[in-house]
């Protein structure tokens, strides 16, 4: 089995698969990561519980995140600058994994409040686009849900070519009440179904 790469590097920016291994201080980089951006995150993402924002917490949910790596079961790479791989910056998850004659999968993204408006996040999900529809990850379809407020989402998505399929109302529990989502998929031109699944 061919697996997706634990470090992509773009022209500004490492991303990097979760690493456990206390001397890669992983735990504490995804703690400050999440307690900079609570307020900036809260309208769009489930708010995380009060006590899972913690090292031991973050330090479980990066074992869990390396074994689903491993096995190819959902990818996430956190985003650092290239210059500071020890201060995160973002996160793109591949997650919800459908094989079969679906060969698809969510995408999740998010950025720091101090990196919006450079350009990372395209950046960042080019690159993430790219190992998704090679041949280790080897999807057909990535799917997004964004909210309709999130006018920079929006537009990145647009940018990357994704396809708006519609709304979905009352599609996640966020920020205190049930919110639509625009849908928004991308498929993999390059894409050759097996003989079988």
Known sequence: MTVARHRI?????????????????????????????RAHFAPWD????????????VQGRLVTGAAAFAASQAWRWWLAPADAPQRFIGSVSLSNLARGPSQSCSLGYSLDASAQGRG???EA????????????INLHRLQAGVRPENTRSLALLAR???VDEGLARNYLYIDGAWRDHRIFSLSNPAFVA???W
């Open 9 to 37: 590097t773009t022209a500004r920016l490492q991303l990097l698969a979760p690493d456990p291994a206390p001397a890669a201080g992983q735990a504490r980089a995804v703690v400050d990561f999440f307690a900079r951006n």
């Open 194 to 196: 097996p003989p079988h």
């Open 125 to 136: 999900l080019e690159a993430v686009i790219a190992e998704a529809f090679a041949p280790a």
């Open 46 to 57: 489930p708010p995380l519980p009060p006590d899972d924002n913690t090292p031991a917490a």
């Open 160 to 162: 990357l070519g994704f």
């Open 120 to 122: 990372l996040m395209h």
